[in-house]
């Protein structure tokens, strides 16, 4: 009997030979140590192929997950520089109005741009080590040597002069 999906009775339906002649050609030209040794090559490629894919999907995320930290970045960025610039604006109308400004709004909002500066520098510097990781990985990946995991010599080969 043949593994599998295998078997001499639908082989023999298939070619029409009878089931003993492939029987017989199964145990001269090794056929079960042939099949397995073409299955082990056949999930070796699914595997690699899976892996591969895996490691596509894997990059796209992260990819994406850089391009979201400098967009954040950059708005946050804007943000900052949006709330000093509308506080230099108001301190400069409250001096020509000759109003005051309450200190404290002046430090609560001094701080909350300071504190977004921050983050946003916090959020690109971050951007960046994922972009260096990323070119570290893909090199280490181009280096990388698929392992052979075949450990016969081409056993599922038929020789064409005998």
């Known amino acids: 009997m043949l593994q599998g999906d295998r078997n001499f009775n639908d082989l023999a339906r298939l070619t029409g030979k009878s089931s003993q002649t492939l029987i017989r050609w199964s145990k001269r030209w090794c056929w079960q140590h042939r099949a397995a040794s073409y299955d082990k090559d056949q999930t070796a490629i699914v ?5 591969k894919l895996q490691r596509n999907a894997h990059k ?8 979201t930290s400098e967009r954040h970045a950059v708005s946050m960025a804007n943000v900052a520089e949006n709330i000093l610039r509308i506080t230099n604006e108001r301190i400069a109308q409250a ?10 709004l002046i430090s609560g909002l001094l701080r909350s ?13 971050n951007s960046l080590g994922v972009s260096e990781m990323m070119n570290m990985v893909e090199q280490e990946i181009e280096r ?5 995991v075949t450990d016969l010599d081409d056993a599922y080969d038929i020789p064409l002069d005998e």
């Open 60 to 67: 796209e995320a992260v990819i994406r997950f850089q391009q």
């Open 113 to 125: 741009a300071s504190s977004l500066s921050e983050q946003s520098r916090q959020s690109w510097a």
């Open 95 to 104: 001096e020509a109005n000759n109003e005051e400004i309450p200190l404290n």
């Open 144 to 148: 990388a040597e698929v392992q052979d």
């Open 47 to 51: 595997w690699k192929e899976a892996e």
